[in-house]
């Protein structure tokens, strides 16, 4: 574990904050800060953990800014089933471990107590992780969906009404409507979430469809797997 993040780990809990910083997290489950992070922010998108906003911090060895995150004691094991499930291990001993620091008994029954909760708190956790396996499975099931699909053949392929995905986006100002067509808003092209395809159907009819793109259709069933998803 490097000291930067050892240090983060601490001070962050001292502060009365129960709290883990993603970059502790990456020492733990020995993975690159990026993974973790995009990790953070697919689950967060899908519902399975809560959200979390960046929290700068300065690398002490050449004093640039990069973002972090400050997960909850929960939401910690969530990301690290998802990232290497081998370390859970690992990380149940890190939070003992800071916890400890901030709560030690001072006789048997507050020992047994303090024992019994925490053992409590860890049944907890690994229900509540068992019942967002579904969820974050769904999401990873579909991210590799290639080509760009029609509304229709997207709502079909993430399992999702038609009609309450549209109603959806369309509420979300995702999409709007326009000649009797459903276009993305500008900022959800440029991010490349959907193209326009326009042309001439065979009886000479101009058309104009919007597509969802391989991203789309992850953004999508990441941001309403909770809200839409099928069986």
């Not at 959200?51 to 050449?62: K, S, V």
């Not at 990301?79 to 081998?86: C, K, T």
């Not at 019994?116 to 099931?141: R, S, Y």
């Amino acid at each position: 574990m490097s000291n930067a993040a050892a240090s983060t780990a601490v001070s962050v809990f001292s502060s009365g904050l129960v709290t883990m910083s993603s970059r502790e997290i990456s020492d733990l489950v020995e993975s690159r800060h990026a993974d973790v992070c995009r990790t953070i922010e697919r689950l967060a998108a899908a519902g399975a953990i809560q959200g979390y906003t960046p929290t700068p911090y300065t690398h002490l060895q050449n004093g640039r800014t990069y973002k972090e995150y400050l997960i909850g004691k929960r939401d910690s094991y969530v990301v690290v089933a998802q990232l290497s499930p081998q370390f859970t291990a690992r990380l149940v001993d890190r939070w003992q471990e800071l916890e400890n620091k901030t709560a030690v008994p001072q006789s048997l029954p507050e020992a047994l107590r303090l024992a019994a909760d925490m053992a409590e708190q860890n049944a907890q956790l690994a229900n509540k992780v068992q019942q967002d396996a579904p969820k974050v499975a769904f999401v990873n099931q579909y991210v590799e969906a290639g080509g760009n699909k029609s509304l229709r053949e997207t709502a079909k392929i993430l399992n999702m009404p038609e009609k309450a995905m549209i109603d959806t986006l369309v509420r979300d100002k995702v999409l709007f409507r326009q000649s009797g067509n459903l276009l993305p808003h500008a900022l959800r092209q440029r991010d490349g979430l959907f193209t326009v395809k326009t042309g001439t159907s065979d009886f000479g009819h101009a058309f104009t469809q919007t597509r969802v793109t391989p991203k789309g259709v992850q953004w999508i069933a990441e941001r309403y797997a909770s809200e839409l998803m099928g069986g």
